[in-house]
């Protein structure tokens, strides 16, 4: 499958196309809205005050139903900008954001309200296309899990049965550990208070998926084709795969994972190398941590440049923002990985 996304943090509408859905797909919609209320703003303190409903609308590819075979079209809408908290940037990028970059790229012509297509608002129509992405996986036995894995240097508990997922995503605050979740939250709120942000990662598992997929090859491999997709979130700046950067902590003996028959199957007694050896899958749940940067729009004082006169000039970024972005990016890491494995799998 490949989509497209389209819109603008304060344009009308936000939305995905998205082609190759196999006809004949029973769509469940309510499933598609509960993964966007999952990622919705204004539900917590700890998260954005903008209030949108973000229902999901189908204008293409369902029919009575199922999909047609025809690309997928689905909107959100957007009804609670803020427009005028942005005038004072249009020509001041605010550090860390897509501003500067996308202003060199589009020559000066990008919406800057909101972020505009660089905004974190635009993974909405992400986790609608994961949505549906996860409903075809389910028909093949294979499912897509995540969990906060730490936030501010506190962490969740490790995560030693993918069936456990399927309880986290109930959750409002999405951890194995509540009590851990609590720490979280309060670290989220101080930096709110000062007017700053923090960080953090995500865990996600993807499990069912068949020995043999993939290639060592540029372009074809599991880890390369996983990143793609998880580079595209806004605020991923890394991403690890099974122990990550813990192997450089290891001897060989430790980082090993040992073959095993387990009913009839063979597996492997741990899962360091998270289900991929050689580039191909092997059987294994395939696991990585995200690492997602601290919500760059922050309240405090902050150094840009004004782009028309080349003057060094101090700015304060006024709006609507997550004071940390890691527990609404975990259905958003989850889509990703949702399509990354439908183009893993030929769909």
Known sequence: ???????????????????????????DLKKVQRELDRRRPGQDPTATARKESDRVEVLSGLFEGKTT????????????Q????????????????????????????QDHRGGGHFSGRLTAPL??????????????????????????????????DTAELAAVAEKAFPVLDDAKGEEMRQAILEAKEELDSVGGAIECAVTGLPAG???????????????????????????????????????????NDPF?????????????????NGGITNGMPVTFEVTIRPTPSIALPQESVDLRTG?????????????????????????????????????
Not at 69 to 80: A, E, Y
Not at 143 to 157: K, L, P, R
């Open 69 to 80: 075979g025809t690309p997928l079209t689905m909107i959100i809408r957007n009804s609670n």
């Open 260 to 276: 095993a028959v387990e009913d009839g199957k063979v597996v492997t007694k741990t899962n360091h190398a998270g289900g991929v």
């Open 311 to 347: 003057e060094e000039i101090e700015i304060e970024i006024k709006g609507r923002h997550d004071p940390c972005i890691v527990p609404r990016a975990v259905p958003v890491i989850e889509a990703a990985a949702a399509l990354a494995a439908c183009a893993l799998l030929g769909i």
């Open 82 to 109: 803020h427009s005028g908290d942005y005038d004072a940037l249009r020509y001041t990028p605010r550090p860390s954001h897509g501003d500067y970059a996308g202003f060199i790229k589009s020559k000066g012509c």
């Open 213 to 255: 997929l993939g290639a060592p090859d540029f372009g074809c491999n599991v880890e390369g084709i996983f990143s793609q997709y998880l580079f595209a979130v806004p605020a991923v700046k890394g991403v690890d795969f099974g122990a990550g950067v813990a192997f450089s902590l290891m001897r060989g003996s430790e980082a």
């Open 1 to 27: 499958m490949r989509h497209i996304i389209f819109g603008e943090s304060h344009g009308p509408v936000i939305g995905v196309t998205v082609e190759g859905v196999p006809a004949g797909l029973a769509l």
């Open 127 to 160: 986790v609608a296309a994961g949505a549906v992405a996860k409903q075809i996986l389910a028909q093949k036995g294979v499912t897509v899990g995540a969990h906060i894995s730490s936030i501010y240097g506190i962490c969740d508990a490790s995560l030693e």
